[in-house]
Structure formats: structure tokens, C-alpha cells
């Protein structure tokens, strides 16, 4: 397998880890904003790229979009839109005072397509416009009057993802439960921190320099001193951890955002819509299988990551690429890649996809005649061992949408 590869499939495998330990090694970064192209004057406090979120001075924010701030609390935010009293459903965040909020919740809600400009750091709020959204990837399964609509997520996304095309938007509408691989929605939850901090941090008084070579310590210091943190940020934490952080890192300076990955795009739909979430695994199951890594499987992944950090960027946009334009073939090869490491590709796929599988067939068997609209990992559908295989060796049609 390409070294690369291995570095960045957790982007379209796994959401746990990135929804909870790698995010919150990055230090808040200022951004700018545009409505229209019209730049926000923010006089004092600017926007800021926080743990993978872009937030924005809430109060100054909906002003430039014409809108009114009535109230913000207990995790809801009452704005007052073209004459209409407006609930949004977000998390806010008291910064020196002044309170902010995810920009692509606001910016949505007023009517805006949100966008990233890398090169400028300045979040882009335009005027939506028609136009063919990105393909992605969705299947449609049919049994008993019921049916499950398969998703493809890319856990770390930007905003030129959206929108998307109109068939997932009504898929989504239709449905009666959002599945997902964990409601990455709860990473910051006090209970799921501290189950990070007790399965990915050393308990025994050692830290990571006692269980990695000379050699990966000190390429590890490297980065993270590149990456303006101290050369001993990690210390206290296993080398899976330090793995998935070096490629976050990376992807969040290049623009890519758990905030912005398609599961939580449609996590956030599905709380203002009040809409089940279903679970098909688990924080601990998630974090579970990287912690079970031998010693040898993880400094392995964690050189990969180190030895190919400076062309990561080229990487996350090239698998962004390919979300975008739908490519099964592009998509197979990286599932495929995985193949060469047994251990590897037994945890992270083949007995996940398992799993899923098997909690799919109950939702396709059951009596109820609902829809499931499910969103987990790209990687999990294609090749012998995916998703999709398992359901057609179970009897199901399954059929590109």
C-alpha cells in the first residue's frame, strides 16, 4: 500500500477517533468572512478555525446578513429571519466575551451556500444558486416495505462539498431514522473524553517516548514543532493517537473540517428535524480497535503518517476529489490498498463491515416500513469484503443512486 494512502483511510473509515482525539490537538487559527463578496468588519474579534470548527462572533455575524439575534441558550440559538422567529440547534462557545458560532449552521439556515478559500483563509458565505451537486455516493436497498438509502460519507470534508445534489437531500427528507457509525455530535461530551483520555493515554507512568524508536520520537517532535505545538504535546499519549492527530493536522490546515464531513452535516439535519439517530457502532468499539493495534501495527501507521506529511495536502484533495465526482473505481483502489496489511484491514474493514451489514439486514427485515437513510464511511461499501457485497450474498438488490 502506498504509505499516503494508509495515512489518510481513516477519512473515509473511521469517525470516532477524529471526532475526538486528533481535533483537539490544533490550536484556534483566525480566519476572515464574506457575504456576497462583501467583507464582514469584525472590529475586535475575528472569525477562528477551533478544533476543526470554523466559528464566528454570532452577534456581528447575523447583523451582516440582515438578520436579528434574539436570544442563545441551552444549546439553542432563536434569530428573527425575514420577519420570522427562527430555533437553530448548535453549540456555542463564550470567547473573551463574546459569543460565537459554527458559521455553516448560520450561514445555511439564512439561505447561504458556504464556502472555503483556502488561499486567503476566509470562509465564503454566497447566495445558494442551482446547479448539479456533488455525486458522492448513495445506494437504495428494497425489502418488506422497507428501505435504506447507504450514504458514503468522507468524515473531514471543506465546504465545496456542498450542496449536495438534490436525490440525497430528498432521500434524507424521507426518511425516518439517520443511521450513522457513532453521533459524532457527542465527541465533546464529558464521558466520551474521558474514555480517550483512558484508552489512548499511557496509565502506567510511561509516555510515548518509551514505547517508539529514537528515531519516530524525533521525526514526531518535528512535525509537531512545524506545526507550531510543542515537541512534546503528545507525550502522554499512545502512537495510534499521535497517528491520527499528524493527519488531522494536516487536513485542517488544508481547509478539511469534521465540521464540515458528511455525517455530521446530516447529524445536524437530523436534530432540527428531531429525527432518531442510530448508532451502528460505538465510541468504545471505534476507539477499542485502534487501542487493540499491536505495539509494532501502530508505530507503523504513525511513520507512515510522519514520513508523508508534506504531501498530505495533495492526498486529502485528491480523495476529496473523488467523493465529489462519485469514482467507484478511485474509491475501490483505496479499499483495496488496505489488503496488503491483514491485521489492518481485518479491524478496520472487514469485521466493521460485518457488523454493519448484519444491523442492516434487521432494518431491511423489519416490520415497520420505514426509511433508513445511513451514513458511514465510503470505504466500508466497496470489494469483496464491503458493505454492498454483504447484502447481495444475503439476497438484496442494491442499486447506485
Do not use: C
Not at 464574506?34 to 474579534?45: A, E, F, G, L, P
Not at 461530551?189 to 484508552?199: C, G, P, S, V, Y
Not at 491483514?342 to 415497520?368: F, H, Q, T, V, W
Request: avoid cysteine; charge should be negative.
Amino acid at each position: 500500500m502506498k504509505n499516503w494512502r494508509k495515512s489518510l483511510l481513516s477519512l473515509i473509515i473511521s469517525t470516532g477517533l477524529l471526532a475526538t482525539a486528533a481535533p483537539a490537538m490544533a490550536a484556534p487559527q483566525q480566519t476572515a468572512l464574506k457575504v456576497n463578496d462583501h467583507n464582514v468588519d469584525y472590529t475586535i474579534h475575528s472569525p477562528i478555525v477551533d478544533q476543526g470548527t470554523t466559528l464566528v462572533p454570532l452577534r456581528t455575524t447575523l447583523q451582516a446578513m440582515d438578520i436579528k439575534l434574539k436570544s442563545a441558550e441551552n444549546g439553542t440559538i432563536h434569530i428573527v429571519m425575514d420577519g420570522k422567529e427562527v430555533s437553530l440547534k448548535s453549540k456555542t462557545k463564550l470567547i473573551n466575551g463574546v459569543m460565537y458560532a459554527p458559521i455553516r449552521l448560520v450561514g445555511e439556515a439564512a439561505g447561504y451556500e458556504v464556502r472555503w478559500d483556502q488561499q486567503s483563509r476566509t470562509v465564503l458565505l454566497v447566495s445558494k444558486a442551482t446547479g448539479q451537486g456533488a455525486r458522492g455516493f448513495m445506494w437504495e436497498v428494497e425489502h418488506n416495505g422497507n428501505t435504506v438509502y447507504l450514504v458514503g460519507s468522507m468524515h473531514i470534508a471543506d465546504d465545496s462539498f456542498y450542496p449536495l445534489r438534490p436525490e440525497f437531500e430528498e432521500a434524507f427528507a424521507e426518511a425516518d431514522y439517520l443511521g450513522v457509525e457513532i453521533d459524532i455530535s457527542k465527541a465533546a461530551d464529558e464521558a466520551q473524553q474521558k474514555l480517550i483520555m483512558d484508552m489512548g493515554m499511557y496509565q502506567d507512568g510511561t509516555s510515548l517516548k518509551d514505547h517508539v524508536s529514537k528515531e519516530t520520537y524525533a521525526k514526531l517532535g518535528d512535525i509537531l514543532k512545524q506545526s507550531g505545538l510543542e515537541t512534546n504535546a503528545l507525550d502522554t499519549f499512545k502512537p495510534w493517537v499521535a497517528e491520527t492527530t499528524i493527519s488531522s493536522l494536516k487536513s485542517v490546515k488544508a481547509g478539511y473540517e469534521a465540521s464540515a464531513g458528511i455525517d455530521l452535516y446530516f447529524i445536524q439535519k437530523a436534530v432540527e428535524r428531531k429525527l432518531p439517530v442510530l448508532e451502528l457502532e460505538s465510541y468504545e468499539s471505534q476507539l477499542g480497535m485502534f487501542n487493540d493495534f499491536t505495539k509494532e501495527l501502530q508505530e507503523k501507521n504513525l511513520n507512515a503518517a510522519l514520513d508523508n506529511f508534506d504531501v498530505l495536502d495533495d492526498s486529502v484533495d485528491q480523495m476529496a476529489e473523488m467523493w465529489k465526482t462519485g469514482d467507484d473505481q478511485g474509491l475501490l483502489e483505496f479499499t483495496n490498498s488496505m489488503a496488503v496489511d491483514p491485521e489492518y484491514n481485518k479491524a478496520m474493514l472487514i469485521d466493521r463491515n460485518i457488523g454493519m451489514a448484519d444491523k442492516i439486514d434487521g432494518y431491511l427485515n423489519s416490520d415497520k416500513k420505514e426509511e433508513y437513510f445511513i451514513v458511514v464511511g465510503a470505504g466500508h461499501f466497496l470489494g469483496k469484503d464491503g458493505v454492498i457485497q454483504l447484502l447481495k450474498d444475503k439476497g438484496y438488490n442494491v442499486v447506485r443512486k
